[in-house]
């Protein structure tokens, strides 16, 4: 009898590993598809993402709470969703697409009052809130309030910052995303042939091994990845709008840190491998810090939703995906590493973007426009960049 219960427990094991590893092969094919059809694909794939990760978290808590039939709960969740997008992509819009805006006269209005707009519906759903208190439930309608405003918090601003790092360039978005998935590839295949000491109490299946087995291979598989991408323009360059022909363009003069450099190698490495200079890209010394974060502190965002799981006695997010769970399941790691990405090209990568400045600049009124063009034209002057004006000359 032991021996038919093993058997049977070992042919489930493999079919769930053949499910998953199957799906895991769909999804990738389908992420290097959605990367090829361009900008508005990842854009609209990641909005998708969120909205069904805001979902799973809420339809949790509708779960939980759902015998007090407390009013208007999931109505206001998903109007606070709403208020939330509009007031980050209403940001974006204005911020990416200031010639659009600058044609068409009722975006102006709604770049110009914008922050007002969102303030006021914000408002609107604050305002009933309160009105839909119900008296013995206040504590756990103030509990659900905070349930649907931390969970704006975790999904929806990770996934703009997701989308702000698309807009420095493609690569930004595709490399960070890819190492997140091979350190979860990497991490559960050591952890399955190699795995012996438990890592976390947590998720009592992740091994030490596997963690440093995942590590490794992350920081290879990102070194590799990044010399494959930086190579192309459609990769490296800022994505932005064309007003001429309305639609995203992804040309540029590459930046430094995407031409090839040459590197001398540290004395101690010299000496055992006979090896002086090596040819690199930048952005693939910069991809080892992205592979170390995804692959050290990355993981930690899975362990905060075991913790959660945990919590409300449940396995997984929802069952979207056979053998792998919820959306949010396969996204717990992918909405921490977006956030550092967003912190680490502000920190050491982005400077000053003279296609913003110049998209603010069209926004202002034409008086306003040039003032800044006289004070700019003496300042180039007075540093000997423009010649001297001529006696009686006017600008």
Known sequence: MKCVSRYVFFLLRWKNYWIR?????????????????????????????????????????YRVYRSYELPWFRTLSWYFLICVNYFFYGETVADYFGALVQREEPLQFLARYHRFISF??????????????????????????????????????????????????????????????????????????????????LSPKKTWEGFIGGFFSTVVFGFILAYLLAQFQYFVCPVGFNSETNGFTVECEPSDIFVMQEYTLPAAVQNSLNWKNVNLYPFQIHSIFLSSFASLIGPFGGFFASGFKRAFKIKDFASTI??????????????????????????????????????????????????????????????????????????
């Open 21 to 61: 590893g199957v799906l895991s092969l769909a999804m990738i094919s389908g992420f290097f598809l959605i990367i090829y059809m361009g900008p508005v694909a990842l854009i609209l794939i990641v909005m998708t993402v969120q909205i069904k990760c805001f979902h799973e978290i809420i339809t949790i808590g």
């Open 120 to 201: 006021a519906l914000y408002l609107a759903g604050f305002c009933m809130f309160v009105l839909s208190l119900v008296k013995k439930h206040y504590r756990l309608q103030f509990y659900m309030f905070a349930w649907t405003h931390v969970t704006l918090l975790i999904v929806v601003t990770q996934s703009h910052l997701v989308i702000q790092n698309l807009f420095e360039g493609m690569i930004w978005f595709i490399v960070p995303i890819s190492i997140v998935i091979c350190n979860d590839i990497m991490a559960y295949l050591f952890g399955f042939f190699f795995g012996r000491t438990p890592l976390i109490k």
């Open 322 to 395: 056979p053998g792998h769970g919820g959306i949010m399941d396969r996204f717990d790691c992918q909405y921490l590493m977006a956030t550092f990405v967003h912190v680490y090209i502000a920190s050491f990568i982005r400077g000053p973007n003279p296609s913003k400045v110049l998209q603010q600049l069209l926004m202002l009124q034409p008086e306003q426009q040039l003032s800044i063009f006289h004070t700019l034209h003496s300042h180039l002057r007075e540093r000997g960049m423009l010649p001297p004006a001529l006696e009686g000359e006017t600008v």
